[in-house]
């Protein structure tokens, strides 16, 4: 065995990241899996992180205190592939005084592309449009055909103004619209809005949803965002309006969502993702209204090299003592007083 080879941290690859991550993680770590870009299953997880010092998972592998305790006590860090992290127990892990990383900043203009790539699908029924044409039904013009409603002028709502939703935001002062927002921090400061832009907070999510003409979901999943967009929520909204998720699943009532397209309450939605991903809720796909994504939103090429560079080199400093990207400091708080 190479001697420096050995000398290096044990890391669990859950499986295969892009390139420049696939190769750089091998350059810091003795790496164990990752070989096949497919989840690692859980009794594999089990097996696997027997040992290490590092696990460089996924959103596809749920990471829970039996996980952590698979490893024997050797697990210092948990470096997650994505901004969100609900598929860690990150409390279990700061009770075991583990290190959870994430990878914010990286992904935010491509996916905020994506929310408007749905914003523009759903409300000019861009991709009702394309089956037309692919399935021949496409005779000739007509004053009637497909029409949608405008974008430019339109108010925006926005759930969630961190990251991601202010460049949402931002990409609207092409399309002349008034923004609203609702942000758990309060208002933003004057010198974050752009100049020319109308930007309005709003303290409580039902007042936004009453004026919004598009509603679009920027908001982390925890206990207080999980089924944010209910029943009574959906029925606030505007008749006509568009729901556009690209943040996670469970933060949408699938079935109530479901319930309010059929209706024809909701003049249509564009998802990213699914409440039981990759499972669908009943009825979703019949519906024409409705413009489905299988979790694109930092999907381009650029985007899931650096999130991949990212995660590793996340890892990598925090098995050298100089964390980055911490989403449980209390154990950084810790580490400092021992």
């Known amino acids: 065995m190479d001697t420096s080879t050995a000398k290096k941290p044990t890391l669990l690859l859950s499986r295969r990241i892009p390139e420049p991550g696939f190769s750089l993680v091998r350059e810091e770590f003795t790496v164990i899996g990752g070989e096949e870009d497919r989840p690692m ?17 996924l959103l596809t592998e749920p990471v829970d205190g039996a996980v952590m305790d698979a ?75 497909l029409l949608g409603h405008a974008v430019a002028g339109a108010t925006l709502g926005i759930v969630g103004m961190g990251r991601i939703g202010q460049a949402v935001a931002r990409r609207s002062l092409g399309w002349d619209m008034r923004v609203l927002y609702t942000r758990k921090s309060g208002p933003l400061a004057q010198e974050q809005v752009p100049a020319g832009a109308c930007w309005e907070y709003r303290d409580e999510l039902d007042g936004l949803l009453s004026e919004a003409d598009i509603v679009s979901l920027h908001v982390p999943l925890d206990s207080t965002t999980r089924h944010l967009m209910g029943s009574r929520e959906l029925g606030l909204m505007r ?48 519906l024409e209204n409705v413009v489905l994504l299988p979790h694109l939103g930092s999907a381009t090429v650029e985007t899931r090299g650096m999130m991949s560079e990212l995660a ?10 100089e964390p980055v990207n911490v989403v449980n400091p209390e154990v950084l708080s810790r580490m400092m007083s021992a």
């Open 71 to 145: 490893s024997g006590g050797s697990l210092r860090v948990i470096s997650n592939m994505a901004v969100g992290y609900d598929n860690i127990d990150v409390q279990a892990a700061t009770e075991r005084g583990i290190l959870v990383t994430n990878t914010p900043g990286v992904l935010t203009d491509a996916t905020a592309d994506l929310a408007w790539a749905l914003i523009l699908s759903v409300a000019r029924r861009v991709v009702e449009g394309d089956h037309l044409v692919r399935q021949g039904r496409f005779g000739r013009w007509s004053p009637f055909l």
């Open 312 to 321: 590793v080199r996340n890892a990598s400093a925090a098995v050298r003592g």
């Open 239 to 286: 008749p006509g309006s568009y729901l556009v998720n690209t943040s996670r699943g469970p933060v949408v009532d699938e079935d109530a969502l479901v319930q309010s397209l059929q209706s024809g309450h909701l003049g249509g939605a564009g998802l990213d993702v699914y409440e039981a991903e990759p499972g669908l809720a009943a009825g979703l796909t019949d």
């Open 41 to 57: 299953g859980r009794a594999e997880l089990l097996r696997g992180v027997e040992g290490v010092d590092v696990l460089l998972c």
